[in-house]
């Protein structure tokens, strides 16, 4: 029997600039997806398997990155959907969402226990875009469920307040316990902890992404979409996806295999798949 | 010697983030019922090698002049004190919680900006955001429930509480109309 | 018949007055005329203008809306014609033929523009409304805009304005990724330079590329259906406010001190969400007319704000419009009827449309999108109609406050300006004896105008779109691949070396367009068109207009001259700006700077090539024959100051043939990499070649010296000259086993070259047979000044 091809909801806030581009990254991965207005209705929702939050500047940053979307009626049956189980990815501006609505980490569901501020960068100040080598902490969530632990990939990262922080004691010591670090920036060959710019915004030990406990919602600093192929990866890249980009200079292979971010988007369909369905198969 | 001195900088054309604060706050966090009005002011503490408090603001009032790293007077108007509490100024209904980020990252920049034009002086800036709550009962010190109204108003502390501070990379004080300024954090 | 001009409307008393009357009564209104300008309106309308009349016409007259100097000079000298041209300059940006996909002729819109004065006044938010205006450009075309480029003129940054410099600098580079990171459009490249005369002016110019598909282009000008249906005229976005009214003709004089502090409030006030908002509403809108059937109209607001737009629209379909200035949402009361036809307010477009269309279009912003909420006080509204005579008609509270023809509003004025060639400032430069070329190396990698520019570009948000291949840093142009699922790519790069227009404006023209053509072949893409903004000082200055004149020649010459690759046409000039007035009250003005943008086109964008060395074991062409001319060189700057010494002259036929080579070569992918020949000559370029390989294998290069002069016995060359020389040219890294087919296309394609070297894993760069021997560099060696040399004056 056929299985139902996986479907997901980009979720247009007033300000997100990337919709357009991540509805295409789903797409490249097999699964099928559509733009919903942050205001449209609800019921629509919950007809889909999975959420994005894209990145952007929803409301202008107003107040706080993701604070003023925090509040915004759609978190509330994305909050419901999460608890259902269904995954909910935030990249970036989407991620300060999480962060700010408290769905992430989620310790206890709904409180804000952590914090996205302003990147801390030697002798500079404001946006910074570069890409960033990761290590895979964990491989039970759904961006990196395709992926096995300490993995190293690479991703690019743009934004002006990244830094994971909190104020609760132990709590980063917990997160690393039960596997909800998803990501940390690393060196090209995984090396843990790096300086600045490896570690583009001072993020504490290095944290790049962060999960719920059940791994189903994630809030990510690095934008997957902007590596979904090969096309995307420059050329002087450090590491293995520098190599393989070399290796594919020339060919029309770096427009049509996916780059590292294709693994995210992989992770996300075979996360609803086999964890969702409950099927071991592809769909 | 040291002199402090308080540049306070708000807005002189429509400020859409006071607005749209205002909006959160009314109706999707459900306080209509008790918030009125909203204002924001960017209050910079300022610290200053100088001879005297004269000299101090005479130092700030060139950075002011010749850069747009405090303010841009083709939007802002501002005013130049030695000191600055939380509630100068408040009238009986309103509040004003103030919300200072907990590193140094912006006072850096500030700095690094003066020395950028060759003025000498300015040792440490920071910064923090006064957000005036008009509320629609003036507030009084006997009320039980004013400390957790604010911090609703105040402190992100879940999904639908709380607007101005996250209190893991920021702090928030609350002052009143009658003097008084406490932590609004839990 | 004329319409009564109601008494309660004023006037400005024009006719029937002296000179010295007149003056008196233009300044205290404010404008900006002359008088004999003034009496032109008058014999225009057959009458003394209204205020409104007289504001309508001051703004729509002043250098920046007419290019009331240039005009005839741009007329006679550019190519802006070719069988790939969509629509050349005359709208808000130029539309050329990128590829026809799946049946779909898809185009590339390219607007270009400057915004120097703001800049300077205001440094964050002058930058901010540059980008803001100039995307607007292109989404009024139906474009969506896929990148954006800024050619950035500082002062000096160590020099006697240095904190106001670097003030101005920063303030520039956070308004532009303030505005266009918001917004959503990545950052192709730029350039950047610094000279003291850019001290009291400094030049912030803006690309905006868009991809659109050919049938739907939206024209700025109301449909021909019009004549025999209804239309509305609707403005959309924010709230109109008293910003930057007299904006046009601020950006049209000579910055004075004094009054810069006035000025201030002569910006407008940027909004990239808002932005943002309009633009994705706005595609529902353009989806809606092309679902219905409906022609459209469309068109930005800039410069001369409501008046400019409308009578623009009416005047290109010979149509006239009727508009109701009390319907315009306003941020505050009160306001003037000329302050509302004429002010700036950014964030806004104007549309006309079916009358029953309307309804729909306003629904889209102001309840699907939620404008009037989310953007308090912005919103779409219907402020007039088409009327079938062409006239310009404005009412206010019950009176018209405006009507003349569209044509006489529109038509501009035409100045022939006084040109007179300058006295020749060239002296021959001689080489001095003992100079150590590894520490004169190291000098120029490090000098402020050659130096990476990381600091900057590390700013800007340069992939998303996730359409971005080549980032800036990476190669000599940005290269995209815009058309989700096509394998057709977009290099762009712009150029202009501001030394050049020092010393003789002609080849500052030629060379900015040699250069352009030269960064854009270099990624492996061939020209399809160029885009232009000339930024001069005050053109009533003889001197200044004939440099003007001269480096408008250079460039008509150069795109002529190099042609396109296949047909060999002149490259078309589809769009471009003119910015004069970049003059100081105390009389100094910029070095003539003309900007030029180059766009090609990768038929396989997966052939591009980028700057760094790939591997070792690889063979080093050069192309291009080394110069004598050291004149605007970063070599001569570095060691003998701002010495005005003759420079290379630009060989079109050598850039055709080399442009043509090249890209035969990338398109055979026979090579690893590839890089021009510009600031700092082949040294600098083989340095950054080293730099720019990749981070975890870095690639060196062993380079004979002596065979910079060719390969033939006995070449001769000062060692100095070889390395230096900005003669045009390009360098190549080729694998040994491709080198046959590409001698074979060289020797077709008659380009000079030689092999200069081999490529080594990690041994930094050396260099053979210089007069003192041999010399190396380490890659930490290199890095060191070309990663610090600029950032001090960027930070």
Known sequence: ?283 | MIERVVLTVALKVTDNETLSALEALRTKMGMADSIVGLAREVQWELDVEADSPESARCVIAEIVERTNVFLNPNKHRSTLASTAHGYDGLDDDEVAILVTDRDGAESAAAVAAASRIGVMGLRKASRRIRWRVRLAEAPSPGDPGLLPLLRRIGVSSDRGTGLFSNPHSQTALVAFPWGDEKPLDA | MDAVVPSFVSIVRVLGIGDGELLHTLVQAGLSFTPDEARRVAGLLGRDPTVVEANIFNTMWSEHCSYKSSRKVLGEHLPTEGAGVVLGPGEDAGIVRLATVNGKSYCIAIAHESHNHPSQVVPNEGAATGIGGIVRDVYCMGADVVGVLDPLRFGDPTGKNAERTREIVHGVVEGIWQYSNALGVPNLGGDVYFDSSFDENCLVNVVALGLVVEEEVIRSRIPLEATDSDYDVILVGKPTDPSGFGGATFASRVIDEERALDDKYAVQVPDPFLKRMLTVATRDVFKLARDSGAVIGFKDLGAGGIACATSELGAAAGLGVRIDLSKVIVAETNLKPEVIACSETQERYCFVVPKGLSPLVLRIYNEVFELPEICHGSGASVIGEVIQEARFILEHEGAVVCDASTEAITAGICYMRESRPRESVEREYVLPDGLDVRAVLLDVLGAVNVASREHIYRHYDCEVRGCTVVRPGEADAGVIAPIPSAGVGVAVACDGNPFYGAVDSYQAGAVAVAESVRNVAAVGAHPIALTDCLNFGNPEVPEVFHDFVEAVRGIGDAARGIGLKDSGEPIPVVSGNVSFYNQSSGGSAVLPSPIVCCVGRLVDVSRHLTTGFKRGGDSVYLLGRRGTKLGASAFLRTVAGDLKAPVPEVDFDDERRMMVAVTDIAESGLAASCHDVSDGGVAVALAEMVLLSPEDDPIGARISVRRLCGSAPGGSGHDLELMFSEAGGYLLEVAPGEEDRLLNILEDRGVWYSRIGTTEAGVGLWFTGTADGDFALTAEELARPWTDGATGAMR
């Open chain 1, 1 to 283: 029997m056929m299985e139902s091809r996986v479907r997901i909801a980009v979720i247009r806030f007033p300000g997100v600039n990337c919709e357009d581009e991540t509805k295409r990254a789903v797409e490249s991965q097999g699964m099928d997806c559509d733009i919903l207005m942050w205001n449209g209705p609800r019921e629509r929702l919950a007809e889909y398997d999975g959420y994005i939050l894209p990145g952007g500047f929803t409301y202008q940053d107003r107040v706080r990155a993701g604070a003023i979307a925090a509040k915004d009626r759609i978190v509330d049956c994305l909050f419901e959907e999460a608890q259902a189980g269904k995954p909910v990815i935030g990249i970036c501006n989407g991620a300060q969402i999480l962060i700010e609505s408290g769905m992430v980490p989620g310790m206890t569901p709904g409180k804000v226990e952590m914090g996205l501020a302003r990147n801390i960068m030697p002798d500079r100040d404001g946006y910074y875009t570069r890409w960033t080598h990761l290590r895979v902490e964990s491989d039970a969530s759904c961006v990196t469920w395709a992926m096995s632990s300490l993995d190293v990939t690479s991703i690019p990262t743009a934004h002006a307040e990244g830094r994971f922080v909190t104020i609760d004691e132990g709590l980063i010591d917990r997160l690393f316990e039960n596997g909800q670090v998803v990501m940390t920036y690393s060196g090209a060959k995984g090396e843990a902890e790096p300086a600045f710019p490896y570690n583009p915004n001072g993020s504490t030990r290095g944290i790049a992404a962060v999960s719920n406990s059940s791994g189903n919602v994630v809030a990510m600093m690095p934008h997957p979409e902007r590596a979904a192929w090969l096309s995307q990866v420059p050329e002087s890249l450090s590491g293995h996806w520098g190599a393989e980009r070399r290796g594919a200079a020339g060919s029309r292979r770096i427009l049509a295999e996916p780059g590292p971010g294709g693994e995210v988007f992989t992770s996300l369909r075979t996360f609803i798949v086999e964890r969702l369905r409950g099927r071991g198969g592809e769909a």
